[in-house]
């Protein structure tokens, strides 16, 4: 069965300072995988997504992610963290048709 | 832009009573979902429906159940609402891509 891990439940970073959020997951072909964001009190935006191809995608708001399908980890990256990326992160991944599993969420706190 | 709306933010209700939780897209999207968020636990999905009056059970169905009658509005309800349904719910629609959309969410909280 597909699953997916996010290791750091919670982040404290200094505003300025470089970001790595960690998602590794189970399943046995390349799923298609995805970093959701979440601010207090609203629903999930997209932040980027990995079909195929190019290994490092590029996301909104200056984020990134690599694929590294040796290490089934999609772990999300931003060089400098400003104070509004204070939210919660989810990666999920699926397999195609109607199925998308969440990882637990990591939550990420910016201190100025 | 997809647009996901949810009837409500806020939601109080007592045990026992039914609740409907309504969803509505504007994209003309042909699947649609409803989640549960709790912490610690991530996401969850209860039931997705791929057409009008087509519905299929996520991981926890029990307790819930859906109705869409039309493309654009998915409904969950909760038959009898228990204390253990206190929860965020998500709506979330698709298209003939992978991405979901979702709406801002509603917070349910059952006394």
């Known amino acids: 069965a597909q699953s997916v891990t996010q290791p750091d439940i919670h982040i404290t970073v200094s505003e300025g300072a470089s970001l790595e959020l960690r998602c590794n997951y189970s399943y046995g072909a390349t799923p298609y995988l995805f970093w959701y964001v979440q601010s207090p009190g609203q629903g999930l935006q997209l932040l980027l997504k990995?079909?195929?191809?190019?290994?490092l995608v590029q996301g909104i708001k200056g984020f990134e992610a690599e694929f590294k399908r040796s290490q089934s980890s999609f772990n999300l990256r931003k060089p400098s963290v400003h104070w509004s990326d204070a939210a919660e992160y989810f990666c999920?991944?699926?397999?195609?048709?109607?199925?998308?599993?969440f990882g637990t969420g990591t939550r990420l706190t910016v201190i100025p | 832009d997809v647009k996901v709306t949810q009837s409500s933010r806020y939601l109080v209700k007592r045990t026992g009573e039914k609740v409907f939780l309504e969803c509505v897209q504007d994209?003309?999207?042909?699947?649609m979902f409803w989640y549960r968020q709790d912490p610690g636990l991530g996401l969850r999905l209860i039931y997705f429906?791929?057409?009008?009056?087509?519905?299929e059970k996520g991981d926890i169905p029990e307790g819930y159940s859906v109705s869409r009658e039309k493309k654009e509005r998915f409904s969950l309800i909760l038959e009898s609402a228990s204390t253990n349904q206190t929860s965020m719910y998500l709506c979330?629609?698709?298209?003939?891509?992978?991405?979901?959309?979702f709406g801002p969410g509603t917070r349910l909280t059952v006394l």
């Open positions: 994209m003309d999207h042909e699947n």
């Open positions: 999920a991944v699926s397999t195609g048709a109607n199925n998308l599993f």
């Open positions: 979330a629609t698709r298209t003939s891509g992978t991405e979901q959309f």
């Open positions: 990995y079909f195929s191809g190019d290994t």
């Open positions: 429906s791929y057409d009008v009056k087509m519905k």
